[in-house]
């Protein structure tokens, strides 16, 4: 948290208008599950069978310059040279949320060292049933909670990341947030899913004004152990108590085609070079205020939270209303 | 010299398909105003050009869009496939026993990288092409099979029979590149037994025409073409499902750019390019365009030695159109086998050509 301050108000005082948060980087696309809400990993065979060098991930953080990088996929344990590529950018100080199933995580907890940057960001979608529904097979859940538990218990920092859909059920989602923090694991972060074309179920994307009656009702009253890995902000705009428009510079993504244009969500082609997508995406045409139908009920974190840290950190205003609610949340 | 204000304007409905070429989870193959078509996954575009991955996912390329004429959707869409599958097993789950291990369909490496020891594969449709493949292998036929080296590369070489048995051998081979190679007939008046015909795209019967990779191609043409008495042409190769065995229905065939007619390519390139493995079609003329192949060769046989001596054995007309053959098919199983040893020396970075950088 006060990296990401310290960050975000050296680019204020250095004038800067866009700036990036959180680097997503998406090393490779290929997975080892089928997610019903995905539509990030369906291309041909020789592109999934491609990834990103080392060397290539490491040059994306460092053309970024984004303290956080977020390693997303498909799923990055497949890379086989991953645990390499967190490394390095570790040994650069970049936080790293190393975003997975965790099918594979177990096996390859001993190629990574724990460290304060490094975290797994473990893919839950729900209880047993809701999760093991969304990623289409049985048993991840439990393979998922095995891996969570030998992380933590090797001293790993582990965060779990949320996705959800028409028909979740908020009681459910409230046992299910308690049973994640029983793990030992530092925080969660939710969110809802992006209404993806290429995925395969197109019948359960919420609409804005169900993702606010589904996160009232889920996040009301937060029980004291919950902790979640966000702006308390988010939240409140997740639970339609607060208004933010998309920040789709945010979190940049990088992958095998090059820098995402406009954001990690919406393909609109690619640029070459980072200064390429920040110089010359025209951004006025994205976020829910452009009218965009494609950005109307996105209500993902990765274009929403950077307005919220932006909200906290770009005043005095802002940095009281974070406290108080960081305050509410606790109580 | 044309300036960009002279340009002739992109005409809406091209620049529609391009749009969808854009949105498309799969291959698409453009055709170029100068040069041939290319094949690839288009993944940016501008108002001036397109950029694509080649079919091996190794190549960027850019494209100015006035030298694109036409768009033709020729690979599977990813997306309709997943969305289809879903679809059908609607509300079911795999079983976690359906998984191969935690890895999924893409299989654990072994150590390293275990692409570098995938095989060349080359499929032969008759028993009579695998002997003169395999003697380039330095190995002996077994059962169908022969297994040796093809230049540094670890290879395997089957005969799949006339037309079928492609998908399932590259799925149980796993091997960094398939080379469909054989007998032809030509379609091309010029091209005379013996002679070499690499496919810059095969198509099938039912029209679906799947273009070759450049890279391999480049990587092949610039070894075939260097000294050999045989002719190397370039070009479409069309493949049938049933002998095209007299001049008259060869002649019905011809079109412009396409070469040879053959019965393995298509499922050759089809199953190659299913499982994302770069491909070569070379094929190697054995009946020229005026030629009729003797009645016993038009229908597809496990073996032609006992049709052929009956054949003999119906006078001296007869016997001279057999001794014909025979001396077509040896100048053509010779000429394949030395083009294939010439391959040996570039194979090695063709497989290359797949791997992810």
Not at chain 1, 201 to 212: G, K, T, V, Y
Not at chain 2, 263 to 285: D, N, T, Y
Request: with cysteine.
């Amino acid at each position: 948290m006060f990296t990401v301050a310290r960050y975000v108000l050296k680019q204020r005082i250095a004038g800067r208008t866009r700036y990036p948060l959180v680097l997503m980087l998406e090393p490779l696309f290929r997975c080892n599950l089928a997610c019903t809400g995905c539509g990030k990993i369906q291309y041909p065979t020789a592109l999934l069978k491609k990834h990103l060098s080392v060397a290539d991930c490491l040059a994306a953080s460092d053309e970024c310059g984004a303290p956080v990088v977020s390693i997303a996929g498909g799923e990055p344990l497949l890379h086989p040279q991953i645990a390499e590529i967190a490394r390095g950018l570790v040994a650069r100080g970049r936080f790293i949320y190393l975003c997975t199933n965790a099918l594979l995580l177990e096996d390859k907890l001993d190629q990574f060292e724990p460290d304060s940057h490094l975290s797994f960001s473990i893919h839950m979608d729900g209880p047993r049933v809701e999760h093991d529904h969304s990623v289409c097979r049985a048993g991840v859940y439990d393979t998922a909670i095995a891996a969570i538990r030998a992380a933590v218990g090797r001293g790993f920092r582990v965060t779990t990341n949320t996705t959800l859909f028409d028909g979740a059920n908020p009681d459910r989602m409230r046992r299910f947030f308690d049973d994640m923090m029983a793990l030992g694991i530092e925080g969660m972060m939710v969110s809802p899913g992006y209404s993806y074309r290429k995925a395969p179920d197109q019948d359960h994307f919420l609409r804005r004004e169900q993702s606010h009656r589904l996160f009232s009702r889920m996040l009301e009253s937060p029980a004291r152990r919950w902790r979640f890995n966000q702006s308390p902000l988010f939240l409140q705009f997740l639970m339609g108590q607060r208004e933010f428009d998309c920040t789709p510079w945010g979190n940049p993504t990088y992958n095998i085609f090059g820098w995402q244009r406009p954001c990690y969500l919406l393909q609109d082609g690619y640029a070459r070079t980072f200064r390429e997508l920040m110089d010359r995406t025209e951004w006025s045409r994205y976020g829910h205020a452009s009218g965009n139908p494609r950005c109307r009920d996105c209500m993902v974190h990765c274009g929403f939270e950077p307005s919220a840290i932006n909200a906290s950190f770009g005043s005095l205003r802002g940095m009281g209303e974070t406290a108080l609610a960081l305050v509410r949340e606790r109580r | 010299m044309t300036g960009p204000d002279e340009r002739e304007p992109i005409p809406g409905d091209l620049r529609a398909l391009i749009d969808r070429a854009f949105d498309y989870r799969g291959y698409v193959t453009l055709a170029r105003r100068d040069g041939g078509p290319v094949v690839g996954f288009v993944y940016d575009r501008g108002p001036e050009h397109v950029e694509l991955f080649d079919e091996a996912a190794r190549r960027r390329v850019r494209l100015a869009i006035d030298q694109i004429t036409g768009v033709e959707f020729t690979g599977e869409d990813s997306a309709a496939r997943a969305q289809q599958i879903w679809e059908r097993r609607r509300g079911g789950l795999e079983p976690p026993d359906a998984q191969r291990g935690a890895w999924g369909e893409w299989g654990e490496p072994a150590t390293g990288d275990r692409r570098s020891t995938r095989p060349v594969l080359i499929l032969v449709a008759l028993p009579a092409e695998l002997r003169s493949v395999a003697g380039v292998l330095r190995a002996r036929p077994d059962g169908g099979t022969a297994r040796g080296r093809l230049g540094a590369t670890g290879a395997v070489a089957l005969a799949v029979g006339v037309g079928g048995g492609a998908a399932r051998v590259v799925e149980a081979e796993r091997p960094g590149l398939v080379i469909s190679c054989g007998f032809a007939g030509a379609l091309e008046p010029s091209l005379a037994p013996g002679d070499l015909v690499l496919a810059s795209s095969v198509r099938d019967e039912a029209g679906e025409s799947i273009a070759a990779s450049e890279p391999v191609l480049r990587a092949a043409r610039r070894v075939l073409d260097a000294g050999d008495r045989a002719c190397l042409a370039e070009g479409e190769l069309l493949c049938t499902t049933e002998v095209v065995a007299t001049a008259a229905a060869k002649r019905a065939l011809i079109r412009p750019g396409r070469l040879a007619v053959d019965l393995e390519s298509a499922p050759a390139a089809h199953a190659a390019r299913r499982a994302g493995i770069a491909w070569l079609a070379l094929r190697v003329v054995l009946d020229p365009l005026d030629a009729d192949l003797p009645a016993f060769a038009q229908v597809v046989r496990g073996s032609y030695l006992a049709p052929a001596l009956r054949h003999a054995l119906r006078g001296p007309r007869a016997a001279a159109e057999l001794a014909e053959l025979a001396r077509r098919v040896r100048t053509a199983s010779r000429s394949l086998a030395r083009a294939l040893a010439r391959l040996g020396a570039v194979v090695g970075g063709l497989i290359d050509a797949e791997r992810a950088p």
